[in-house]
């Protein structure tokens, strides 16, 4: 049994500046192509969640030396294709599901069987989204009729270059794809639904050759493989996901104004806070510098008494999200029936976070319309709940539980939230950020 969290306090103000964790999807893709580049690559602020603890074993035991002191990273990589192990080992990717497919493109010349398994949660994801196309450039795979984890994949010497057609705005297949383009020869392209870019920014920033046309909705990516590239240094900045909890919680409390430094601020990241500020937010992104190839900024938000409807407009579906849980919140208390459609793929996250969001708003009594892919929330700015509250976080999803803390310092009542551990998987510093501002809880 994990451990639960009970809350009964919601009366807070606070103004406060706050530093939030390194991004997930930055370090994943920071310690892979460490692991590709040429020499010793030292990465700093990198983020230290289950998913980067699980993702460093797995090259560790791919062969790939590295060393942690605190939140600085040193990843000795041998080149591409440098991976040196035994035969029969397994890989296990915990909660991670970007590591988990993002990993296949670089095994695609594996000379053994390697095996990758994960959780309960990441084995009833889906990995066909990446296997179909990872056979078309050579792999071979022994998988169950789902589909799902746990698999084994065995390289090949002779990898093609393909041509793949992204079309779920999915940023893991894309990236899994231009991974394994590395290892290819002659020029991968991929006509790629739009869906966060880090991986391409990463590719410039690195100098491996890589073109991007980018068109309304889809991008044209160009990657030539087969080319060195020496090792580097990075800093990760700090995780927008992981902001828009504190960010909603400053908007939807009382005389709240915070200021988060230096986050990520791509704007392939950042659909919430437009989102949020057509909705009446009137969140100010200042400071904005380029680094590593990435815009950072910092954002200040302050409480907002009165908030709007939304009809989210669904080509920024994949720009928000991983953060569409929490948004769900803010159209709870928003004036009006607020709708978000072609959310399909909302449902194939760490839990089906689409029912399970539209459940969480029912327990608080909010009205929903629910189908398999989208929702419309029937909005009640006074609410302020009396009652206790019980989220069971069956799923362990780390994004439940945060979205269910929020909820309960925002809305009130008496709650009881499982599965306490699974917020670091992602934001290992949640909690005692809950607390610097001033909130109280109890762990039992
Ligand atoms: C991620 C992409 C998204 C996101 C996930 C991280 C990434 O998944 O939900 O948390 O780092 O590429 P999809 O690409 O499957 O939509």
């Known amino acids: 049994m994990g451990k639960?969290?009970?809350?009964?306090?919601?009366?807070n103000s606070f103004?406060?500046?706050?530093?939030?964790?390194?991004?997930?999807?930055?370090?994943?893709?920071?310690?892979?192509?460490?692991?590709?580049?040429?020499?010793?690559?030292?990465?700093?602020?990198i983020l230290l969640s289950e998913d980067i603890i699980n993702s460093i074993n797995c090259l560790k035991k791919l062969g790939i030396k590295i060393l942690l002191n605190k939140k600085n990273c040193s990843i000795y990589g041998n080149g591409l294709n440098g991976f040196k192990f035994k035969k029969n080992i397994t890989l296990n990717a915990g909660n991670s599901g970007t590591f988990a497919r993002l990993i296949l493109g670089l095994l695609i010349k594996s000379p053994y069987y390697i095996k990758l398994v994960g959780d309960k949660?990441?084995?009833?994801?889906?990995?066909?989204?990446?296997?179909?196309?990872?056979?078309?450039?050579?792999?071979?795979?022994?998988?169950?009729?789902?589909?799902?984890?746990?698999?084994?994949?065995?390289?090949?010497?002779?990898?093609?270059?393909?041509?793949?057609?992204?079309n779920r705005g999915s940023a893991q297949?894309?990236?899994?794809?231009?991974?394994?383009?590395l290892n290819s020869p002659g020029q991968t392209i991929i006509k790629a639904k739009k869906s966060?870019?880090?991986?391409?920014?990463?590719?410039?920033?690195?100098?491996?050759?890589?073109?991007?046309?980018?068109?309304?909705?889809?991008?044209?990516?160009?990657?030539?493989?087969?080319?060195?590239?020496?090792?580097?240094?990075?800093?990760?900045?700090?995780?927008?996901?992981?902001?828009a909890f504190f960010i909603v919680l400053t908007l939807l409390s009382k005389n709240c104004e915070l200021k988060i430094k230096n986050v990520n601020v791509n704007q392939s990241r950042t659909g919430f806070i437009n989102i949020l500020n057509k909705m009446g937010a009137k969140i100010k992104i200042k400071n904005v510098k380029k680094k590593y190839g990435e815009m950072q900024a910092d954002i200040f938000v302050k409480s907002q008494p009165v908030l709007k409807k939304i009809?989210?407009?669904?080509?920024?579906?994949?720009n928000l999200i991983d953060e569409f849980l929490i948004i769900f919140l803010v159209a709870a208390k928003a004036n009006g029936i607020s709708s978000f459609s072609n959310l399909g793929e909302l449902n194939k996250k760490e839990s089906p976070r689409l029912k399970l969001g539209s459940k969480l708003l029912n327990h608080l009594g909010i009205k929903t319309k629910?189908?398999?892919?989208?929702?419309?929330?029937?909005?009640?700015?006074?609410?302020?709940?009396?009652?206790?509250?019980?989220i069971g976080n069956y799923f362990k999803d780390?994004?439940?539980?945060?979205?269910?803390?929020?909820?309960?310092y925002v809305f009130g009542g008496k709650w009881q939230i499982d599965d306490v551990d699974s917020y670091k998987s992602s934001f290992p510093s949640f909690l005692k950020i809950i607390r610097e501002l001033g909130y109280k809880f109890k762990l039992v």
């Open 370 to 390: 629910l189908t398999k892919d989208s929702i419309k929330i029937y909005g009640n700015p006074y609410i302020d709940l009396k009652k206790t509250i019980n």
């Open 15 to 45: 103004k406060k500046t706050i530093l939030i964790d390194g991004d997930k999807s930055i370090s994943i893709r920071a310690l892979l192509l460490g692991s590709q580049a040429q020499g010793k690559t030292f990465i700093e602020n």
């Open 311 to 318: 009809n989210c407009p669904s080509n920024l579906n994949s």
């Open 121 to 166: 949660s990441l084995s009833q994801r889906d990995f066909e989204r990446v296997i179909v196309p990872l056979q078309k450039i050579g792999a071979n795979f022994r998988i169950n009729k789902k589909k799902t984890l746990p698999l084994k994949i065995i390289g090949s010497n002779f990898t093609n270059p393909i041509f793949y057609n992204e």
């Open 196 to 243: 966060r870019d880090h991986t391409e920014n990463f590719f410039k920033y690195l100098g491996i050759p890589i073109s991007v046309k980018k068109n309304k909705i889809y991008d044209e990516i160009k990657v030539r493989g087969q080319k060195i590239f020496k090792s580097f240094k990075y800093k990760v900045p700090s995780d927008p996901s992981s902001s």
């Open 173 to 181: 297949c894309k990236s899994t794809i231009m991974l394994a383009a």
């Open 398 to 408: 780390h994004r439940i539980f945060m979205t269910s803390v929020i909820a309960a």
């Open 4 to 11: 639960k969290l009970f809350i009964s306090n919601k009366d």
